[in-house]
């Protein structure tokens, strides 16, 4: 059963820097491409960015692009979201989630969340 957990989640002022991982068990990393999205309060749920399996290629948000930096290492099974200047904007649960195929319509596996609250 593959599960994936996030972490880092925390409340920052605005304009600091924050790195979620998510890892995974019940697999390995490699075979999946990965994503992050986030639901801000009220809100539905939106993409973030994602990588491809190979980490060789990467997407983002028009909101996230340029501040927010996506990685993974499949050897260590984990996967990152750095963010940079942080927006209250931003606050939201995020969530990663995995599937077998590059950009699919609806990611298969997903994590719990973990709450990112940006605020003075």
């Known amino acids: 059963q593959v599960q994936l957990v996030e972490s880092g989640g925390a409340l920052v002022q605005p304009g600091t820097s924050l790195k979620l991982s998510c890892t995974i068990s019940?697999?390995?990393?490699?075979?999946?491409?990965l994503a992050w999205f986030r639901q801000p309060p009220g809100k539905e749920r939106e993409f973030v960015a994602a990588?491809?399996?190979?980490?060789?290629?990467?997407d983002y948000a028009d909101s996230v692009r340029g501040r927010f930096i996506i990685s993974r290492d499949n050897a260590q099974n984990t996967m990152w979201l750095q963010m940079y200047s942080l927006k209250p904007e931003d606050t939201a649960v995020y969530y990663c989630?995995?599937?077998?195929?590059?950009?699919?319509?609806?990611?298969?596996?997903w994590g719990q969340g973990t709450q990112v609250t940006v605020s003075s």
């Open positions: 019940g697999s390995t990393l490699s075979p999946y491409a």
């Open positions: 989630a995995a599937d077998r195929w590059n950009n699919p319509q609806e990611y298969t596996y």
């Open positions: 990588i491809s399996r190979s980490g060789g290629s990467s």
